[in-house]
């Protein structure tokens, strides 16, 4: 690629949509039925897991099993994504998570599963998780030119799914059994890797800008490459300063909300009612994502952070005991700005970080927004014991206030202005 090759757009100049690009068709349906394939994830295995009867307990167990390898690895994903690219990498994660769900399958086919079989597959689904999930930043500049409408569509198929898989899941094991549900999961999967086969060139495309704008990293090992990309993260204090707030918000608001929100939501307003303001929380994530395709802020953090501020209404109505129609509506504004923001914040990372350290530097960014939340959710339990859940919940959404208020103060996030958009031929 030479320099004629690249072009800096004024931003006066609307882009072309991304779903002419059929790169970003292929990612685009590869990304849908990865994350339709982890909504399908959760019910089918809390549903297998109880079958088994190994109970609640063991649910806890599994989940700890899948998750576990991701938080560990995420980091040595993003490595081997830049040394190898994002889409060899992510390939081979969904052919091994498409393995480890048929492999599951036959088990619970056979019908004496064990649970350290269970737990085995889903460590293995979890690490390729690891070495999927860093790569998906890297790829999105280079599908589509307009990266904030491409991720703003990626944040509203990620809604869509989230609402579907469940039900999906549901579905398939009321009406043939739950083998039969993980089947699926797989088969999603592996459409996931059809989609993104294609996609390879692309890494050969970076690889030879790499080769002449960036040192060679071919001999050096993983250890370097790592340490890389912490300096490449660590020497940008808008981004440090963002994670450091979120693993905190995550410690204090997402972690207690999901558990105590969901059990007191139920409380309130019964099964159904839950059933229906968590849907409520996903349309009002589609409306963020739609808004995120037309406002362009020009301090998209800033923008972003702001719309943040409507998700402690998520833990508040809870405690407070609004009613379900209140409820509702606070669902969908505090979905709105968690996509909105989420719409942003991917924007930015893409627009900033150089294309060579891109999928280590997300590895760094996924590490630090997830590593904290188990933790928060296993101490929600013995909080909402000693204090009351509505206590607590009061708490998270105080502390989800402040958070997004320090991270305002940051002077580098409210100074941080969108990116020139680079067209790659």
Known sequence: ??????????????LPSPWRSSRFRLFFTARSTSLLADGMLMVSLTTAVLGA????????????????????LVLFGGVLADKFTPQVMMVGADVVRMVAMLALAALLSGGDVRLWQIMALLALSGAATAMFQPGLASLVPQVAEDIQRANALL?????????????????????????????????????????????????????????????????????RRLVTGWHEF????????????????GLFVFGPALPLGAALLTEQHGASGYGWIASADGAGTIIGGLLGMRVRPTR????????????????????????????????????????????????????????????????????????????GRALAGPAAASFG?????????AMGLVC????????AVRRLGRAPEVVVR
């Open 1 to 14: 690629m030479t320099m004629d090759e690249i072009t800096v757009r004024p931003e006066r100049v609307p």
């Open 53 to 72: 009867g190994y109970g609640a307990s063991g649910v806890g167990y599994a989940l700890a099993a899948w998750m576990a390898p991701i938080v560990l």
């Open 155 to 223: 944040r509203i198929s990620e809604a869509i799914c989230t609402l579907l898989g469940p039900g999906v899941a549901g579905l398939l094991v009321a009406y043939w059994n739950v083998g039969g549900s993980f089947v699926f999961i797989a088969a999603a999967y592996a459409l996931s890797a059809l989609g993104l086969t294609p996609l390879r060139k692309l890494g050969t495309a970076r690889d030879k800008r790499d080769k002449r704008d960036e040192s060679d990293e071919s001999d050096e090992p993983m250890s």
């Open 234 to 249: 660590r020497s940008r204090s808008w981004l440090w300063g963002v994670i450091s707030v979120w693993a905190v918000y």
């Open 300 to 375: 998209p953090l800033v923008a972003g952070a702001c719309a943040m501020l409507f998700f402690s209404l998520n833990p508040l109505a809870p405690a407070l005991g609004w009613s379900f129609t209140v409820t509702a509506l606070t669902g969908v504004l505090a979905g709105c700005g968690f996509a909105f923001w989420g719409v942003m914040w991917a924007t930015s990372v893409q627009s900033h970080i150089p294309l060579a350290v891109l999928s280590r530097v997300s590895a760094y960014d996924v590490a630090g927004s997830i590593m904290v939340i188990p933790l």
């Open 389 to 397: 859940a509505d206590r607590v919940l009061l708490f998270s959404s």
């Open 404 to 411: 997004i208020a320090v991270m305002l103060c940051v002077p």
